[in-house]
């Protein structure tokens, strides 16, 4: 399959601002600023008929998406993994230096959230996970694999004579005007050391909760629970599903300038004005429970704990919530109604756990259609079937991404989360006190019109925001 930078030579692309966004048979796809008008962007497109001779359907790009896109696609060889078969790997760290940054920017512009540098027997290959997924953005002979980690744990400034123990660390670097700290892990392996790097984009703006996606109905739950005077609220998923965006979404949500808000987390990954950001410190022994006891003494309205983890600090959590405060915390749950017995294991009484919690948002996060290479196509048998539920008439109309420039060829640009917001009603509150069993809870949530997880993934799918296939990953994928 041809590249998408041989959809359009690379100085037709650059004259017009269009970029080869993808070919169906004859017709070729382009993409022009949507900054243009329409007439504008309508004459360009029969120029680009002309000089390239086949038949050209122009698609509006948001313009900084263009300038991204016709930058990397038409750098040499961007949109194929970096190599670097003829490098030094001799004393002068010049070039694994270089080398380095090239891969971290890469990982950047790809919007990654981790770097994996995995050496094998033979080579050191570097992936990056975007939207949840790896893809490789680099293959490297083997005998770069040391001189690379080293340069990590330089920048990281950890022991880079110690290889056998693993470590972390971490460094900030700039690019594009913006700061990205990167926090750094390693652990050996048998064939070398292998670093995980997890980037953080600072300037990244966070959302409020209007801007989760959630329902129209789940956001006037979610607002509910957010803006109450005490309680707690809880949020659940495996690590990744977006739990600590959905925190502090809801911190922006509130009237900082009114309340004491604290926080307390490991790490704390963004600041906000207004807010007392506080740390656990775990080489000091001072954990989540100990910061949760000393904040307590500092008159706070809303505290967010960024994970409960043991007993006693869902306890502290339980009893700060029962005392005045509101209390917004993160679980390890599979989802919505199993966070109550989340807290039963945890040793929290029935009767505690019904008078405390507010409400519960479980969540996951699915990858969106591109918009750009979006389809409209009659379900399949396989997929209606899948649907059943919803009973839907014999033509269903779903929605997909053909791949194309911007997406790299996926069909998916970005995520959207899947949530379940579980507003306690009066009657569920009595069923927890009596520590019920998980069906009960289950029966009772549904007859209050509750779904499940993959429903509310589905329902996603039919609203053509994400494909069946990606809903359809919710109901293998478990918490881990
Ligand atoms: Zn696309």
Known sequence: MATVSDLIP???ARSFSAIGLRQEGEKLFVGLPASHDAAER??????LQNQLGTTVEQIPVEDALLIEVLESIYRDGADKPIEATGLSTGDSEGPIADLVNEVLERAVKLRASDIHVEPSESDLVVRARVDGHLEVLAKLPGNVSGPFVSRLKVLAKINIVERRRPQDGQFSFQTDGRQIDVRLATVTTLNGEKAVMRLLDTRKGLTDLAGLGLAEHQLVKMRKMVHAQHGLVVTAGPTGSGKTTTLHSALHDLDVM?????????????????INHIPV????GIGFATQLRALLRQDPDVILVGETRDSETARISVQAALSGRLVITSLHATDALSVIYRLFQMDIEPYLVAAALRGVIAQRLVRRICSYCAVEY???????????????????????GLGCAVCRGSGYRDRQGVYQVFEISDAMRELISKRPDPAEVAAMAAKEGFKTLE??????????RTTVQEAMRLVTRDVH
């Open 281 to 284: 410190v775990d080489e000091l």
């Open 378 to 400: 009659d379900a399949t048998t396989e997929e209606r079937l899948m649907l059943a539920d919803f009973q839907l008439g014999k033509k269903v109309k779903l929605r997909k």
């Open 258 to 274: 009114n309340l004491n808000v604290s926080t307390i987390e490991d790490p704390v990954e963004y600041v906000m004005k207004g």
């Open 42 to 47: 309508e004459t360009a497109r029969e120029q």
């Open 455 to 464: 429903n509310e993934a589905f329902i996603l799918a039919l609203e053509g």
């Open 10 to 12: 690379a100085d037709i």
